[in-house]
C-alpha cells in the first residue's frame, strides 16, 4: 500500500481525470482512487461500485477495473 499525498500537481492530474470524464466533483474521491492509478502506470482497481470507477478509468487503458 502507497500512500500518495494530493499536492497541487497532483490535485492538478485528478482535476483532469474529472474533466475528461465530464464528470462533476461528486465524483472527487473516485477521481483521486483513478488518478493515483494512472500515475502509478496502470494497475487494478477493486470495488464494489464500479460504474463511477469505469467512467473515470476509461482513458487510462492500463488501468482496469474490478467489481467485487
Given at each position: 500500500l502507497?500512500?500518495?499525498?494530493t499536492?497541487?500537481?497532483?490535485?492538478r492530474?485528478?482535476?483532469?481525470?474529472?474533466g475528461a470524464a465530464?464528470a462533476?466533483?461528486?465524483l472527487?474521491a473516485?477521481a483521486h482512487?483513478?488518478?493515483?492509478?494512472?500515475?502509478?502506470g496502470g494497475?487494478?482497481v477493486?470495488?464494489r461500485?464500479?460504474?463511477d470507477?469505469e467512467?473515470?478509468?476509461?482513458?487510462y487503458?492500463?488501468?482496469?477495473?474490478?467489481?467485487?
Open positions: 502507497t500512500l500518495r499525498d499536492d497541487r500537481r497532483f490535485a492530474y485528478v482535476g483532469s481525470t474529472l465530464g462533476s466533483s461528486d472527487l473516485d482512487v483513478a488518478s493515483a492509478a494512472a500515475e502509478a494497475g487494478v477493486v470495488t461500485d464500479p460504474d470507477l467512467l473515470l478509468c476509461a482513458p487503458r492500463f488501468v482496469v477495473v474490478e467489481s467485487v
